[in-house]
């Protein structure tokens, strides 16, 4: 059975720096890319995050509103995604989700299965 | 930009429903259709804009092309009740309309 779970939220300060991870099972880590995406509360869904697969050299793209603040990697050996976050302000308070990335024959990437999320709460 | 219309609608179990998406450019047919239902992970159900993801029934089909696409339910079961959205995936970055509620009549 595929599973992605979340882990690691919590209340963190203004500035401070927190890390999720996203700990996968039931498929070849290795052959999947993985991204993160987050959902402030009563709001819809924003991509944030994306590492590729290792067969596609791992590349990594972030969304503006986190680039230069968020870092994601993976660890193949222990089949986890992780995001660092740095920096963190008030409007990144959301629920984060880990997800798989299925790869299309044309090289582009869908998130296909989602984990349950982790709250990250930044207070003003 | 991608933009979903309405952003909700009233519907009784058994109908049909057909929900948009408009996107501001072209993005090749490289959308999908996510469900969310309350304080549930989004799931896939569309791919490729008419590609039904693993395990979805096959009252849910998507269609349209280029900028514009559908999501339609053949006929609506009670687990059904939910937020839909859509999202394109051509470049980066990958981005969400605001999603359609749909709601028990």
């Known amino acids: 059975e595929v599973q992605v779970v979340e882990s690691g939220g919590g209340l963190v300060q203004p500035g401070r720096s927190l890390t999720l991870s996203c700990t996968s099972s039931g498929f070849t880590f290795g052959d999947y890319a993985m991204s993160w995406f987050r959902q402030a509360p009563g709001r819809g869904l924003e991509w944030v995050v994306f590492?590729?697969?290792?067969?596609?050299?791992?590349?990594?793209e972030y969304a503006a509103s986190v680039r230069g603040r968020f870092t994601i990697s993976r660890d193949e050996s222990k089949t986890i995604a992780y995001l660092h976050m740095n920096r963190l302000k008030t409007e990144d308070t959301a629920v984060y989700y880990c997800s798989r990335d299925l790869r299309d024959r044309s090289g582009y990437y869908t998130a296909d299965f989602w984990g349950q999320g982790t709250l990250v709460t930044v207070p003003s | 930009v991608m933009t979903q219309s309405p952003a909700a609608l009233s519907v009784s179990p058994g109908e049909r429903v057909t929900l948009s998406c408009r996107a501001s450019q072209s993005v090749n047919n490289k959308l999908a259709w996510y469900q969310q239902t309350p304080g549930q992970a989004p799931r896939l159900l569309i791919h490729g804009a008419s590609t039904r993801a693993t395990g979805i029934p096959a009252r849910f089909s998507g269609g349209g092309s280029g900028t514009e696409f559908t999501l339609t339910i053949s006929s609506l079961q009670s687990e059904d009740f939910a937020i839909y959205f859509c999202q394109h995936y051509n470049s980066w970055p990958r981005t969400f309309g605001g999603g359609t509620k749909v709601e028990i009549k």
């Open positions: 590492i590729g697969d290792k067969l596609y050299g791992g590349t990594t």
